[in-house]
């Protein structure tokens, strides 16, 4: 009886509440409020195993129901006039149909039907008062959430062959990084680690941010996803931005078209499924609002290890800029003035009792450590402590790939253990230098620049494009008193016999030395080569001076990373390596350096310096360069390392003002 009850009310109490709001209004006088959330409470009350107790307590006496009000009532609760037959006359009061005793016995109530599988698909969406489903709003604070539920929300669908490749398997892990403009402030950690079982998201994943109320009219988010070390996508969020929330018309909302972000430009390589490499590590550095924001995931062969670790230091982009000279400064124009310089290898296995190579490693520890204490405040910030010792204690050949928003910082010069050049001697022990605690020597390290797009199709064109080298030669740099005609070899010698070597090995390699063919091979877009290396010299950023990074081409021949801005794209992706003195020296206050310049020509990235380079040790180490790009067996930063492991071992540091800008894997 009581469920035939709960059944009738529900279907007709919600049509006669609609229809019938004034004798709602009588009922609602002449029925006690008990009654009345007992009828509302219908609803909500299916698994209700005894009905609640209710009283009827009389119409107010000045209350007149008209014919059709109590026909109403008849026809849809089974109301009676009093005195009518089946009712009880009591003083003109109403009654409803009699309910069953608490004390009855009730069947059971069916099993509610089992909820309805979600809709997956991987999705991003925002919450909070900072975002009104088509803007964000200055001075407010909001969230940006991926997950792979599909709920009427969903701001924009993505989609990812590689994306749906890398979290297939029992357990799997994507690590996101959240990149946001000027005018936006993440909250806390701009990574965020993404835990699969059996292909379904584990937990949602957030990122806490406020707008701030300069922010511009138009902002982009950026989130890039990484199995493991390997970045595989840069995912562009369009965002509009507006001092007030939008109030959407009726219907708007559901008008809007959610769009849906195909990642895939084209077929492109899957990622593995048997996980990560061995040692792995993603460290994220961007400034925001004057501070250094770092965090850390750390993965092994099975998946994550440990936490993501976040910190925040207290350096701005003027500040970064300062360290950034300190540093050269610290390492002194001088560093090359030793004759040892002057040869093509200049070290040697005894090399701590060379007087020369001894004051250089000295000079590079120093000025490593220096930006090791930058870092992390001179080791105040317990948080940037923790994450640099944490990259520290990774084994020998651990895979360090650094995520940047704006600069490259030269990680690989950082030593992780004390130490000054300006010790006293007793202070200085002469076994006191540790090749390994050079992070360069130590890990296999590649630096990435934050943007949209599927870098994996980057990474497939390179290595689908036939090798081809092409090498540019600044024809004015010579060692001093070089006779070529005295058969003394020199730079140009050097690499045009590296470049015949090539050939001899069926390798197609072109040697340009004029300005107009450099050009032509460095801005044109129109080089079908997969490997393009410059030799010439070069001059660090002067933010101050509003200079870029410059290339000396050849004689008053020079090149800009603005130069590259109307330049067209290349069709290869290929490597550029540029040999020259400070090439990669950008500045954090300069918008634009060449690792940014060449990555919107569709370069996959760079080879470039950090430092001077000595003009014979640079030009054979650049053949070794050229080597790694062409070996398809091992990935390049691993290659690098190997490098500067084998230099290191002779006291020959040189090889770590060498950064590998990009990420290229076997």
């Not at 119409?59 to 109301?79: G, N, T, Y």
């Not at 950082?414 to 890990?443: C, Q, T």
């Not at 199709?457 to 030669?473: C, G, Q």
Request: with cysteine; aromatic share 8%.
């Amino acid at each position: 009886m009581w469920n035939a009850i709960v059944s009738f009310f529900e279907r007709h109490l919600a049509g006669f509440l609609e229809r019938h709001l004034g004798s709602l209004l009588v009922v609602g006088t002449a029925v006690s409020a008990g009654a009345v959330a007992w009828l509302a409470g219908l609803f909500s009350l299916k698994s209700l195993r005894r009905p609640p107790s209710i009283e009827i307590r009389h119409a107010p006496p000045d209350i007149e129901l008209s014919d059709e009000q109590l026909e109403i009532l008849r026809r849809e609760f089974k109301v009676q006039r009093p005195g009518s037959a089946g009712s009880t006359e009591d003083n003109g009061g109403f009654e409803a149909m009699p309910l069953p005793p608490a004390s009855a016995a009730l069947p059971e109530a069916p099993a509610a039907p089992a909820p309805e599988e979600p809709q997956r698909g991987f999705n991003f969406r925002f919450e909070g008062s900072g975002h009104d489903g088509t803007h964000l709003i200055r001075g407010s604070a909001a969230r940006l959430v991926f997950s792979d539920r599909l709920t009427p929300t969903v701001y924009a669908i993505i989609e990812g062959e590689k994306l749906d490749d890398a979290v297939k398997g029992e357990r799997a892990f994507l690590t996101l990084v959240l990149t946001a403009p000027k005018g936006i402030v993440v909250q806390a950690s701009h990574v965020a680690v993404a835990r699969f079982e059996a292909g379904v998201l584990v937990d949602e994943v957030a990122f806490d941010f406020e707008t701030s109320d300069d922010c511009p009219d138009q902002a982009e988010l950026l989130v890039e996803f990484f199995a493991g070390s390997t970045r595989l996508y840069g995912v562009p969020l369009q965002m509009a931005v507006t001092d007030e929330a939008h109030r959407l018309a009726p219907g708007e909302a559901a008008a809007r078209q959610v769009p849906v972000l195909k990642l895939d430009a084209s077929k492109a390589i899957s990622v593995a499924a048997d996980g990560p490499a061995l040692n792995a590590m993603l460290l994220t550095v961007s400034v925001e609002q004057d501070r250094l924001a770092l965090s850390l995931i750390q993965y092994g062969r099975s998946g994550l290890v440990g936490k993501a670790l976040s910190a925040s230091v207290e350096l701005s982009e003027s500040k970064v800029d300062a360290l950034l000279k300190a540093v050269r400064a610290e390492i002194g124009s001088d560093f090359f003035a030793a004759d040892a310089w002057t040869r093509v290898d200049p070290g040697r296995p005894d090399w701590r009792d060379d007087a020369d190579l001894l004051r250089c490693a000295e000079k590079l520890a120093s000025a490593g450590w220096l930006l090791h204490q930058a870092l992390c405040n001179n080791s105040q910030n317990a948080k940037a402590k923790e994450i640099l010792d944490a990259v520290s204690s990774q084994p020998r050949r651990s895979r360090l790939t650094v995520a940047t928003t704006g600069f490259p910082l030269p990680v690989e010069l950082l030593y992780s253990e004390p130490f000054s050049k300006n010790w006293m001697e007793e202070e200085r022990p002469r076994d006191k230098i540790d090749p390994a605690s050079f992070w360069g020597v130590r890990f296999a390290i590649e630096t990435i620049r934050a943007g949209s797009g599927d870098y994996d199709l980057l990474r497939l064109s390179h290595w689908k494009s036939p090798a081809e080298v092409a090498i540019n030669l600044n024809p004015t740099i010579k060692i001093e008193d070089e006779d070529e005609d005295e058969g003394e070899v020199g730079p140009a010698q050097i690499h045009k016999t590296f470049a015949q070597a090539l050939r001899d090995k069926g390798v197609r390699c072109d040697v340009q030395d004029s300005c107009n063919s450099i050009r032509k091979s460095l801005q044109s877009g129109q080089s079908t080569a997969s490997v393009i290396y410059t030799y010439c010299h070069g001059a660090a950023a002067a933010a101050e001076a509003g200079l870029q990074e410059t290339l000396v081409l050849t004689q008053g021949c020079e090149l800009r990373p603005s130069d590259l801005q109307r330049s067209a794209k290349y069709a290869h992706a290929p490597v550029l390596i540029m040999n020259a003195c400070n090439a990669g020296s950008t500045s954090p206050l300069l918008f634009h350096g060449f690792l940014d310049a060449y990555r919107e020509k569709e370069a996959i990235g760079l080879i470039t310096t950090t430092f001077f380079v000595p003009i014979m040790f640079g030009a054979a180490f650049g053949g070794k360069l050229i080597e790694a790009c062409l070996n398809r067996g091992t990935p390049l930063s691993e290659q690098l390392r190997l490098l500067r492991e084998t230099s290191a071992q002779t006291g020959n540091f040189a090889p770590l003002f060498y950064s590998v800008q990009c990420q290229l894997d076997a």
